[in-house]
């Protein structure tokens, strides 16, 4: 047998080691600790983020560890502030203060630029609701729920001020905030002329009252890999997503079962591009899926679709100039001209189903809404592939992807290899080798496609009869290797892989020459063989394992 380190150690020689970042200043946040003599550091953590931030100067990083703080935290420097064990554990609550503490739950001052990462953020209750924001922030894997605001042209969830700088939201739910008194008000996200605002992987769900799910107002917004869904924005005017005098580009993403005035997304005087996007199961007062007034909307590999208004169910464009560059699926596009010949599309006396499941979680960061096995969205999307990979980050099939957010890709052709468990890498997704083509070894037409790997980066393909777990394999490796016994590698002439620009890396098997460590065999029918990918990583990280899979060859 041979050893591990035997295994490994050709695996990571050809690859440069990354270089460590640059030492930080970390102060510590404990909530349980004596606070006595406390003084941020490791061993005398500060009681309150309060204190920490006091103490801190521009380009710490304030560490808290788990527990429910009870405060209002003002961040006026530029920090970073990181809940140590994650948002599930780790809350700010404004509310435990006591009702007449009105205001936000965090405030973010100008010109600071702030980083929020495994946070909980709850309780704000006025203008300004859980975030106000006047500086430039990131939000990553934060949970922003149950705030309210009673504020005229106020947020509930985020709100960005006038003059604000970037906001980018990355994998973070948004939830249960609500409130609202007047239309330009927003439950998720309000930006009212900022710099711009960025959404990707994330989830906005059940934020309900008078205004906008989501308002860019003079702020360009872009939306990637996000889902939208069971928002009820409850003014006459105000769609899910609304878009006033500026630009939006939303990309693979779902935005379903909402309702309001406009169901989905609604643009004025703006320019909107959409793209393998679906947009379905909203109902709006007025119109269900997409209104535009006064401005120009892109239309590409998009479902609009069983949606209800009692203007227009799907689609209504009043001075806008509609660009479709084909491949939609437009449930009823009555009265809408501009499409091409590749749409398809319904019309109010035959409306065309584009036959998909209900939202659930099929993979991914957010919950989609797969084709179903005869839906027209399958095999009908832009045949030049213009978005490599769906909304789970899973590839798209090269000249015949489906139409929507979705790509309905084939399950792997084996199963999981048993009590292997992935571990994130620098992206904070767990890579996965899947199986494809066929498993009767006398065609010899078999492949191994790595996802959600991290871009730009080397690996290389493992192989062995035998399923094991080993954590940590690798020695600088954040991964676990789900193999054992006699491990090949696909490391010959043209079989190291790159992940490229998507995150995929793909490799082509031949089943007559299948790697051990010894020579090369002939893998027959009836034999169970098992895979997995080994991958550098970035970032300082060293290198990673994705899941793997079994296969039982005919």
Not at 29 to 47: E, H, I, K, L, R
Not at 181 to 202: D, G, K, M, P, Q
Not at 292 to 315: F, K, M, Q, V, Y
Request: glycine content about 14%.
């Amino acid at each position: 047998m041979l050893a591990l380190a035997a295994l490994l150690a050709p695996l990571t020689s050809p690859f440069p080691a990354a270089a460590l970042p640059l030492p930080v200043t970390d102060l510590f946040v404990d909530a349980s600790a004596t606070c006595a003599g406390a003084d941020g550091s490791a061993a005398a953590p500060f009681c309150t983020i309060g204190e920490a931030l006091t103490a801190a100067v521009d380009g710490d990083v304030v560490r808290v560890a788990p527990g429910t703080y009870s405060e209002a935290v003002t961040i006026s420097k530029n920090v970073e502030l990181i809940g140590t064990e994650g948002a599930a554990v780790t809350t700010i609550d404004r509310d435990s203060l006591g009702t007449t503490m009105f205001g936000p739950a965090v405030t973010v001052e100008s010109p600071a630029v702030v980083t929020l990462v495994g946070l909980t953020i709850t309780g704000g209750f006025g203008s300004g609701g859980g975030v106000q924001n006047a500086g430039t922030l990131t939000v990553r894997e934060c949970r922003v729920e149950d705030n309210l605001s009673n504020g005229i042209d106020s947020a509930s969830g985020i709100e960005c001020l006038p003059g604000a700088g970037p906001l980018v939201v990355e994998r973070t739910t948004i939830a249960d905030n609500r409130g609202g008194s007047f239309a330009s008000a927003a439950h998720a996200i309000r930006a009212l002329r900022s710099e711009s605002v960025t959404i990707r992987e994330s989830t906005l769900r059940h934020n309900d009252g008078l205004g906008s799910t989501v308002l860019a107002f003079e702020t360009p917004l872009v939306i990637e890999s996000t889902t939208i869904s069971d928002n009820a924005p409850l003014t006459s005017t105000s769609g899910v997503v609304e878009v006033v005098r500026s630009s939006a580009q939303i990309t693979n993403c779902t935005i379903a079962n909402n309702t309001g005035a406009n169901g989905g997304v609604s643009g004025l005087s703006s320019q909107i591009t959409i793209r393998s996007t679906t947009l379905t199961g909203n109902g709006g007062q007025a119109v269900g899926g997409l209104r535009c007034r006064n401005g120009s909307l892109t239309l590409t590999s998009s479902i609009i679709a069983e949606n209800e208004g009692s203007t227009a169910p799907d689609l209504f464009l009043d001075g806008t100039t509609l660009n479709s560059t084909g491949f939609n699926l437009i449930g009823d596009a009555s009265g809408v001209p501009g499409f091409l010949p590749s749409d398809l599309l319904g019309t109010s006396a035959s409306p065309l189903d584009p036959l998909l499941a209900p939202l659930a979680p099929n993979g991914g960061l957010t919950e989609t809404r797969l084709p179903l096995e005869l839906s027209p969205a399958l095999d009908a999307g832009d045949p030049s592939n213009t978005e490599p990979v769906d909304q789970r980050g899973e590839p798209r099939l090269a000249g015949l992807g489906d139409i929507g957010s979705v790509e309905a890709l084939p399950v792997g052709l084996g199963d999981p290899i048993p009590g292997c468990v992935g571990a994130p890498n620098s992206t904070g997704a767990i890579g996965r080798t899947r199986t494809a083509g066929s498993l009767d070894v006398s065609s010899n037409d078999f492949a191994l496609v790595a996802t959600s790997l991290p871009p730009g980066q080397f690996g290389v393909f493992v192989v062995s009869r035998t399923p094991g777990f080993s954590a940590g394999a690798g020695g600088s490796s954040d991964g676990n290797l789900c193999l054992a016994g006699a491990i090949g590698r696909f490391n010959g002439p043209g079989q190291i892989v790159n992940s490229g620009t998507n995150g995929i890396a793909s490799l082509d098997v031949d089943f007559t020459a299948i790697p051990t460590p010894t020579a090369f065999v002939t893998a027959a029918a009836g034999e169970t063989w098992f895979f997995q990918a080994w991958h550098r990583d970035s970032g300082g990280l060293g290198s990673n394992f994705t899941e793997g899979e079994g296969v039982l060859l005919r």
